[in-house]
C-alpha cells in the first residue's frame, strides 16, 4: 500500500475513534500512590515526551492505533486527543513493527517531545522503514532506507537516531520542516543519545564520551564520565549524562555543570530532569532515584507495577518524560496513570532552534508567504511571539504552549492587514508551565513589500526626497536610514513648473503613487514603482484639472482613520485648507475645507505621523518664524495648535516632511537654506525634533524639493 493510500485509511478511520474529552489522568505530587486513570482496553506500546503521551490502543473501529493526548503540566488532564498513524496490519500485509511483550506484541515508539512519533512499519516482507509521524495525517518528508532490526535509540525535537541490527548500522538525522539541511550521518552501532543538535557517542577510553554537533559537522565537547568500561548506553538529558556499563554493569550519572560524576544504580532506566526510574521487578514497583541536587537520594516507589515476563519494559509498559518530570505507566487493569516525579526541574532555555532570515518580502511570493522558525525547550512552556515596528508598536501577536515553539507568522497585523514595510523587531518570551522561570530571545526582521511609509517611494518605509532640477530630470533620492541620502533613480522630461507630491498607495499594491501637477494645473496620479523612476510618459491617471488654484499640495499621512494618506491642499486665494481623501479606488474624493484664512503661514508641511498615536500630523510655519504643529485627530480634523519651536526657518526656501531617514521609526524633515546646504531634523517621535544636522551642500541647482 502507498503512503498516500495510508493516509487516506488513516483520514476515513478517524471517524471511528471519537472526539477527545477532558480526562483526569493523576494526582499532582509523586507522593500520591493511586493517581486516576486514562481508561483503555489495553496498550501494546507507550512513549511520554515533551508532555505528548503515546499509547498503541485498540480503537471502537476495531483496529489498533497509535493514540497521541496531549496531559497537562501538572500531570492531572488529558487536553486533547490525537492520532499518530495506524499500527494495524494494511490489507497487502505491512504493520507497525513489533516486539514480544507481556501484551503479545508491543509498538516500540519515540515521542519526540514535539508531539512527533517514530516507529517503524514493516513492509510485510521483512523489511523495515522508519516513520516520523507529523500530526494526525502528515509524515515527515525523509527518505529513511529499508533495514532489518530497526529501532529508535533517541529524539529530541528534530534530530533522532536509530539502529539497524543486522547491518550494524545507526542512522543519525533531523526533519527540517522549514529549510532542508543536510545532518544525516551513517555509523557504527554504539551507545548514543541526542540532546537538541548534539550527537553524544563513547569516546577513546573507558567513561569518555564526546559531542558532535550536527549542524557544524564536528566534535565541540569531551568529558570523561569516571565509569569504569567503554559506555554501553547513554541518556543525554541538558546537563545530565547518563552511562552504563550494560543491564547489570555499574551505571551513573555526569554532571556536566558541576564537572562530576555521582553513582546510580544498575539496570534498565530511563533518564528524566534531575532523576532516573527503574522498574524493581522483584518488588513489582516503578523505582525514583534524585539526583538533581549532586547528591544521590535513596530510590522510592512511585508506582506499583507487577514483574511481568518482559525483562526490560522501558516504553512497553511504562515511559519517563525527560522534558517535563513525569511518569507514565500502564497497569494490569489496563489503564494510564501519570505519576509526578517531584524533582525541581534545570531553568527554561532552548535546546536548539531553526530561526528564519532577517529579510521577507511578500510580493516575492505573491502576496502570500509567511516567516516561519522553530524552538525546541527544555521543558513546556506556554510562549508569546510579538512583531513591533521601529516605534515600538505590536504589530502581530502569536501564542502557543508545549516544548516546540513553532511560529507561522504570515506577515499580516493581527488585523489581518499588511504591516508598513521597515526594520521590525521580534521578540519570543517563554514561560514555564510548572516552577516559574521565564526564557527569551529576539531579532530584527527588514520588512519589504508591505504598506509604504510617509513620503516612501522605495517600499521600504524610509522616507524618500524629491527633486526637480532646471534641466528637467526628476530624482528620488533613496536612505538607506542613515540619515542622509545614498542612492537615486532619474527620469528627463519634466516641463518648469511641475509639482510633485510623493503621496501613499492608491491602488492597493503597496508601492506609494507619486502625485504630478502640471504646469497647466491637471493633477495626475503616476503608479508608484517601489523603487524606479518617473517620466512624463509613465503609467498616469488624470485626477482633474484647475489644480493650480492652490499654492500648497503636501501629503499628510492617515488623518482619518483608514490607513490611507490624505492630501492637503491650501487655496492662494483665500487661504483656505481643504482635505482630500484617498477614495480607495485610485482616485481622490472632493475636496473639504477643513480651516479658512491660512494666509498667514509661510511653509505648510505634511510631516506624518509626529506623535506616534497613527495619524498624519501638519506643521506650519508663520510670517514670524514660529514652527507650529497641528495633531491629526483621526476623523478629518486637525486639532489646535502646538508651538514646536520659534525663530525657525529662517533662511530656507525648501522645507519637506521627508519621513523617517534615521531609521528610528519616526518622521523627520529636510530643509535646504539659499546657499545650498541640505538640512535633517530628526523626529523624536513626541512631536517635535532635534537640533538641524547638515547633511549635504550643492542643492542649489534644484528648481524644487518635494
Not at 21 to 33: M, N, Q, R, V
Not at 309 to 337: C, E, H, M, N
Not at 643 to 652: E, H, K
Not at 670 to 683: H, P, S, W, Y
Request: charged share 20%.
Amino acid at each position: 500500500m502507498t503512503r498516500r493510500a495510508r493516509i487516506a485509511l488513516t483520514l476515513t478511520c478517524l471517524a471511528a475513534l471519537g472526539a477527545g474529552s477532558l480526562t483526569t489522568a493523576g494526582a499532582a505530587g509523586a507522593a500520591d500512590p493511586a493517581p486516576t486513570p486514562i481508561q483503555t482496553d489495553g496498550v501494546w506500546g507507550i512513549d511520554y515526551a515533551g508532555g505528548f503521551l503515546t499509547t498503541v490502543e485498540n480503537t471502537p473501529s476495531g483496529g489498533q492505533w497509535v493514540i497521541g493526548r496531549r496531559i497537562s503540566a501538572d500531570g492531572t488532564t488529558v487536553l486533547d486527543r490525537t492520532t499518530r498513524g495506524y499500527a494495524g496490519t494494511y490489507a497487502e500485509g505491512s504493520h507497525a513493527e513489533r516486539v514480544p511483550c507481556d501484551a503479545g506484541g508491543c509498538v516500540p515508539m519515540r515521542s519526540f517531545g514535539n508531539t512527533w512519533t517514530g516507529y517503524f512499519m514493516n513492509g510485510g516482507s521483512g523489511g523495515q522503514t522508519a516513520q516520523i509521524h507529523l500530526t494526525e495525517n502528515s509524515l515527515a518528508g525523509n527518505e529513511e532506507p529499508s533495514v532489518a532490526g530497526g529501532r529508535f535509540v533517541d529524539a529530541t525535537g528534530r534530530y533522532y537516531l536509530y539502529d539497524a541490527a543486522s547491518s550494524g548500522t545507526q542512522y543519525v538525522d533531523a526533519v527540517h520542516p522549514y529549510r532542508r539541511g543536510d545532518v544525516r550521518l551513517t555509523r557504527p552501532l554504539s551507545a548514543a543519545s541526542v540532546w537538541g543538535p548534539h550527537l553524544w557517542v563513547p569516546g577513546t577510553g573507558d567513561g569518555t564520551v564526546r559531542a558532535y554537533d550536527l549542524e557544524g559537522s564536528k566534535f565541540v565537547a569531551t568529558v570523561s564520565t569516571g565509569a569504569p568500561c567503554t559506555v554501553k548506553e547513554l541518556q543525554v538529558v541538558g546537563r545530565w549524562v547518563y552511562w552504563n556499563c550494560g543491564p547489570t554493569g555499574a551505571a551513573g550519572v555526569y554532571d556536566r555543570t558541576a564537572g562530576r560524576t555521582v553513582a546510580v544504580p544498575p539496570g534498565p532506566a530511563l533518564v528524566g530532569d534531575g532523576f532516573l526510574v527503574r522498574h524493581d521487578r522483584t518488588a513489582g514497583k516503578l523505582m525514583l532515584t534524585d539526583f538533581h541536587s549532586g547528591t544521590v537520594a535513596a530510590p522510592r516507589p512511585v508506582a506499583d507495577l507487577p514483574a511481568g515476563t518482559t525483562a526490560d519494559q522501558r516504553r512497553l509498559t511504562w515511559s519517563v518524560d525527560k522534558f517535563g518530570g513525569d511518569i507514565a505507566y500502564a497497569g494490569p487493569d489496563k489503564a494510564v496513570r501519570i505519576v509526578r516525579s517531584g524533582v525541581p526541574a534545570q531553568a527554561l532555555t532552548s535546546i536548539e532552534s531553526d530561526v528564519a532570515g532577517d529579510a521577507v518580502d511578500p510580493t516575492e511570493r505573491a502576496g502570500a508567504g509567511s516567516w516561519d522558525s522553530y524552538w525546541q525547550l527544555n521543558r513546556p512552556a506556554s510562549w508569546t511571539f510579538t512583531v513591533k515596528d521601529a516605534q515600538g508598536r505590536t504589530e502581530r501577536t502569536l501564542r502557543g504552549d508545549g516544548v516546540a515553539v513553532d511560529v507561522n507568522w504570515d506577515l499580516r497585523t493581527d488585523a489581518g492587514d499588511h504591516p508598513h514595510s521597515g526594520p521590525k523587531t521580534w521578540t519570543l518570551t517563554a514561560t514555564a508551565d510548572e516552577g516559574g522561570g521565564t526564557w527569551s530571545t529576539s531579532g530584527r526582521i527588514g520588512y519589504s513589500g508591505g504598506r509604504p511609509g510617509h513620503h516612501d517611494l522605495a517600499g521600504y518605509s524610509y522616507g524618500d526626497l524629491v527633486t526637480l532640477n532646471s534641466s528637467g530630470t526628476l530624482t528620488v533620492h533613496y536612505t538607506d536610514g542613515s540619515g542622509t541620502f545614498t542612492g537615486q533613480e532619474s527620469g528627463a522630461g519634466w516641463p518648469a513648473g511641475t509639482v510633485v507630491v510623493p503621496f501613499g498607495d492608491m491602488d492597493s499594491d503597496r508601492c506609494a503613487e507619486l502625485l504630478v501637477r502640471t504646469p497647466g494645473g491637471e493633477l495626475r496620479r503616476y503608479r508608484g514603482t517601489c523603487g524606479g523612476s518617473y517620466v512624463p510618459s509613465g503609467s498616469h491617471t488624470s485626477l482633474g484639472t484647475g489644480w493650480n488654484a492652490y499654492d500648497v499640495l503636501t501629503a499628510v499621512g492617515d488623518v482619518t482613520g483608514d490607513g490611507r494618506s490624505e492630501l492637503i491642499a491650501r487655496t492662494a486665494s483665500t487661504g483656505d485648507l481643504y482635505l482630500f481623501v484617498a477614495d480607495g479606488r485610485g482616485g481622490l474624493a472632493p475636496g473639504v475645507r477643513i480651516a479658512s484664512a491660512w494666509t498667514g503661514y509661510t511653509h505648510v508641511v505634511g510631516a506624518g505621523d509626529l506623535t506616534g498615536d497613527g495619524y498624519g500630523d501638519l506643521l506650519a510655519r508663520d510670517t514670524a518664524g514660529t514652527l507650529w504643529r497641528y495633531d491629526g485627530r483621526g476623523n478629518g480634523t486637525f486639532g489646535s495648535r502646538v508651538q514646536v519651536f520659534t525663530n525657525w526657518a529662517v533662511g530656507y526656501d525648501a522645507v519637506v516632511g521627508v519621513g523617517d531617514i534615521t531609521g528610528d521609526g519616526n518622521p523627520d524633515l529636510v530643509e535646504r537654506d539659499t546657499a545650498g546646504n541640505l538640512f535633517r531634523n530628526d523626529g523624536n517621535g513626541k512631536g517635535s525634533f532635534g537640533a538641524r544636522v547638515q547633511i549635504g551642500s550643492g542643492w542649489q541647482g534644484y528648481r524644487g524639493l518635494f
